[in-house]
């Protein structure tokens, strides 16, 4: 019971993050029109601006120690939800590369926030269980991502994202 909330939480995120990254190329192809070249280019390149920003905001929330893990849990969320929204309202490169960063913002305040969660919900000698408990949900969002991903952009290729909105969303309301 008391790993629940990180449980859910490492699963969205890591559902996420894999849903990015099966979807975006596609993404890139059907919704810009690109040469297959031109857009693998594009996709590395995003991929390569928001690994750097989700390290960077993860430097970030680690030197913010007075700020509460469930805070960066919360604003996380909002960020993940808002930046995966507005992926599927994008006409540009430059507006999916931002919204993609919003979303990554979120994910770099909640990826910290849910590990400190667990190891906070536990006791010293669970530490261990817990965290390979909240790992597994971490896989599970690993497996599961690319499956349903490519599932729910066959409706649409803006429907995996606005999928991964709705379930920050619902991170939000837990």
Same mark, same amino acid.
């Given at each position: 019971k008391r790993l629940r909330l990180p449980m859910i939480a490492s699963f969205i995120t890591m559902f996420s993050i894999v849903t990015s990254q099966v979807c975006l190329g596609f993404f890139i192809l059907d919704k810009f029109q690109m040469a297959e070249i031109e857009a693998a280019k594009v996709t590395g390149y995003i991929l390569a601006i928001i690994g750097f920003v989700f390290i960077l905001t993860q430097i970030v929330v680690s030197k913010l120690k007075n700020i509460k893990s469930i805070t960066w849990l919360l604003l996380g969320s909002i960020f993940a939800t808002i930046g995966y +929204?507005? *992926?599927s309202l994008v006409s540009t490169q430059i507006e999916l590369t931002l919204a993609f960063c919003i979303g990554i913002i979120g994910l770099g305040?909640?990826?910290p926030a849910f590990m400190a969660i667990t190891s906070n919900s536990v006791e010293a000698s669970e530490q261990g269980v817990a965290s390979g408990t909240v790992s597994s949900a971490q896989g599970f969002g690993i497996i599961v991502g690319p499956l349903l991903s490519t599932v729910l952009y066959k409706i649409s290729p803006e429907v995996p994202f606005l999928f991964a909105s709705?379930? +920050?969303? *619902?991170?939000v309301i837990i």
């Open positions: +929204f507005l *992926i305040m909640i990826m709705f379930i +920050f969303a *619902i991170l």
